[in-house]
């Protein structure tokens, strides 16, 4: 069967992908992606000269298909080359199970120096196991919890819940308590150029890493316009060692703390603890219920681990295949010195 044609994203575009995204993901999602869009694909700092690397699959007048990407820089072992995260791919459901899902990777994956997705559905899980991706898994989960409430479970019955409460309280005050901080820890606004310094110091200590320098980490924690972010560095003296991104959120089961994004020398035990201990405070004082991160780095999930934090289930499944260079067989394997957080690809929406 023929499939659809594959084609850049023009202006002219925008209404067609409004309907289809509707379809495919329903108002709520499409109103949410409406208001990120100009933000998201048109301020990118890394955007090639060309504008966003947006592909649509196309028969006759109709828009079918959707794969959009966001570009970044990637840190490989000290190297570093360019990639893209692909996100919001969408077919419509008639058109489904034809083939232009796979055909939209395939266009991507030609061009992408390194391709990139987070947070994947079974759907597209299954697509790229089809397109043999390097099966790599989801970014690990950990979350710290803080009061009594942290614990509860909706499915369970309230005096479950509430023997819950008893017994584990003990050990969450224990945890959960103030401890003081190592290092110097300043609220900003705004990331100037020391810390493209500290990405540039840092970057060699990760396999795979996202490069966080001033510009991007401005368009994307300080710019974003649909959610707001904390920001927090790390100093000792003037010298910036760090920073941590985070907010409060109110979700299902209470009141969690999202760390969202950091960076700190993966070997600065201290910093990285001190950065933590600042979150810590913060959410007891939003009256958060717990801290929830996502951390692929081994080294990272230890010291979390020291911290009171724990693992959980994860959702945010990772995908990725390096194609502008050759890397070793067992690449994809050995993933505790990438450095990935919920902060990648548009995850925190
Ligand atoms: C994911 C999606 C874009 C795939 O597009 P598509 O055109 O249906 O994909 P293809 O026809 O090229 O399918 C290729 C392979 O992907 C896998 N796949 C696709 N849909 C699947 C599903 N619903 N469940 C499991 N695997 C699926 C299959 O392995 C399939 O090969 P097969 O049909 O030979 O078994 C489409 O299903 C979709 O729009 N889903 C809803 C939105 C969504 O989940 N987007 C992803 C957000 S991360």
């Known amino acids: 069967m023929r499939v659809a044609d594959i084609v850049r994203f ?203 320098d001033a510009p991007y980490l401005n368009w994307k924690f300080v710019e974003p316009p649909h959610v707001r972010y904390s920001i927090v560095a790390l100093k000792r003296d003037e010298a910036v060692c760090g920073y941590a991104v985070y907010r409060h959120a109110r979700q299902a089961l209470g009141r969690v703390t999202l760390l969202v994004d950091f960076l700190v020398d993966p070997g600065d035990r201290i910093g990285f603890e001190t950065l933590l201990r600042w979150v810590d405070r913060e959410a007891r004082a939003a009256d958060s219920d717990t801290i929830r991160v996502f951390s692929m780095h081994g080294g990272f999930r230890r010291l979390l681990r020291r911290s009171g934090y724990f693992g959980v289930k994860s959702t945010a499944v990772l995908a990725a295949k390096i194609n502008a260079v050759r890397v070793p067989d067992d690449f994809y394997k050995r993933t505790d010195d990438w450095h990935v957080t919920l902060g990648d690809s548009d995850q925190d929406r």
């Not at 820890?185 to 990760?206: C, G, K, N, Y």
């Open 10 to 212: 023009r202006d002219a575009d925008s209404r067609a992908v409004d309907l289809l995204y509707r379809r495919v993901f329903g108002h709520d999602a499409a109103s949410a992606s409406t208001l990120r869009w100009q933000w998201q694909y048109l301020q990118n700092p890394n955007n090639p000269p060309g504008g966003p690397a947006i592909w649509l699959a196309r028969e006759g007048p109709s828009v079918v298909g959707h794969f959009a990407t966001m570009p970044v820089r990637l840190a490989l072992n000290g190297a570093e080359i360019s990639g893209s995260w692909g996100m919001d791919v969408c077919v419509a459901p008639e058109r489904q199970r034809q083939g232009i899902g796979e055909a939209l990777v395939r266009t991507w994956d030609q061009q992408a120096g390194a391709g990139l997705g987070l947070g994947l559905s079974p759907a597209s899980q299954g697509l790229f196991r089809k397109l043999r991706w390097p099966g790599i898994g989801p970014v690990p989960c950990l979350v710290k919890p803080l009061s009594r409430r942290a614990l509860r479970n909706p499915r369970w019955p309230t005096p479950v819940n509430r023997l819950v409460s008893a017994v584990t309280w003990p050990f969450i005050r224990l945890v959960a308590r103030t401890r003081p901080l190592g290092a110097q820890v300043e609220p900003i606004r705004q990331f100037d150029e020391r810390f493209t310094e500290l990405w540039t110091a840092v970057a060699p200590a990760f396999g795979v890493a996202v490069r966080r």
